[in-house]
Nanobody, 117 residues
Framework: QVQLVESGGGLVQAGGSLRLSCAAS????????MGWFRQAPGKQREPVAV???????NYAESVKGRFTISTDYAKNTVYLQMNSLKPEDTAVYYC???????????WGKGTLVTVSS
């Protein structure tokens, strides 16, 4: 069993900041990477930022320079610092976890981020 619990979402004005957290528990081992995805109303879920177990990061072009992903693998926690938020960042943000040598994606239930103009 794997549990991913996101927190930190909310309502913020454009230009503001939020920090999301994802606490992972249960059968967390052989981590390939952890990351954040988002899904806006009427749109498909898309990757936002991913960090590998070795610390390599990848970001969606739309968030580069504004969002920063970090992790404390000792605590099985991943963070997403979001600065200079835009209304188009409004979405449900989901935490994701992948294991090495596995095609299974584990997901949290999501946390809503709303950016007002």
């Amino acid at each position: 069993q794997v549990q991913l619990v996101e927190s930190g979402g909310g309502l913020v004005q454009a230009g503001g900041s939020l920090r999301l957290s994802c606490a992972a528990s249960g059968s967390i081992f052989s981590v390939k990477d952890m990351g954040w995805f988002r899904q806006a109303p009427g749109k498909q879920r898309e990757p936002v930022a991913v960090i590998s177990s070795g610390g390599s990061t990848n970001y969606a072009e739309s968030v580069k320079g504004r969002f920063t992903i970090s992790t404390d693998y000792a605590k099985n926690t991943v963070y997403l610092q979001m600065n200079s938020l835009k209304p188009e960042d409004t979405a449900v943000y989901y935490c994701n976890y992948k294991r090495n040598y596995s095609t299974i994606n584990y997901w949290g239930k999501g946390t809503l981020v709303t950016v007002s103009s």
